[in-house]
Nanobody, 115 residues
Framework: QVQLVERGGGLVQPGGSLRLSCEAY????????MGWYRQALGKQRELVAT???????DYADSVKGRFTISRDNTNNTAHLQMDSLKSEDTGVYYC?????????WGQGTQVTVSS
C-alpha cells in the first residue's frame, strides 16, 4: 500500500522558517505531481504549492516569494521550504501525490505560527 509520510511541522514565531518533507513508501511510482495543501481551522483546504515531474511549479499567491517547493522523483520525496512565516500560514498541511489516476494524501502535519 502507498503511504505518504509527512515530517517537519511545528511551532515557530512569525518570520521564522520550517521545512516540510513528504516521502512515499511502498511504491516505485514516479508521481506526476507532488505538493501540499493546507487547511486552517474553520476554513476549506487550499493549495499551497505543487511541482510536476516536468518542473512546473504552482504556488498560492499568498506564499509566492516565501515558500519554495522541490522534489526528488527518484526517491519519491518532496520538500517545502517555508520562510518568513506569518500567522495566517497556520494550519494543517497535507501532502498530495498524484499519479493521474488517483490522488494520495499524507496524514497531515500541524504548522503553527505564533508569538
Amino acid at each position: 500500500q502507498v503511504q505518504l509520510v509527512e515530517r517537519g511541522g511545528g511551532l515557530v514565531q512569525p518570520g521564522g522558517s520550517l521545512r516540510l518533507s513528504c516521502e512515499a513508501y511502498g511504491t516505485g511510482i514516479r508521481f506526476h505531481t507532488m505538493g501540499w495543501y493546507r487547511q486552517a481551522l474553520g476554513k476549506q483546504r487550499e493549495l499551497v504549492a505543487t511541482l510536476t515531474t516536468d518542473g512546473t511549479a504552482d504556488y498560492a499567491d499568498s506564499v509566492k516569494g516565501r515558500f519554495t517547493i522541490s522534489r526528488d522523483n527518484t526517491n519519491n520525496t518532496a520538500h517545502l521550504q517555508m520562510d518568513s512565516l506569518k500567522s495566517e500560514d497556520t494550519g494543517v498541511y497535507y501532502c498530495l501525490a498524484n499519479e493521474a489516476a488517483y490522488d494520495y494524501w499524507g496524514q497531515g502535519t500541524q504548522v503553527t505560527v505564533s508569538s
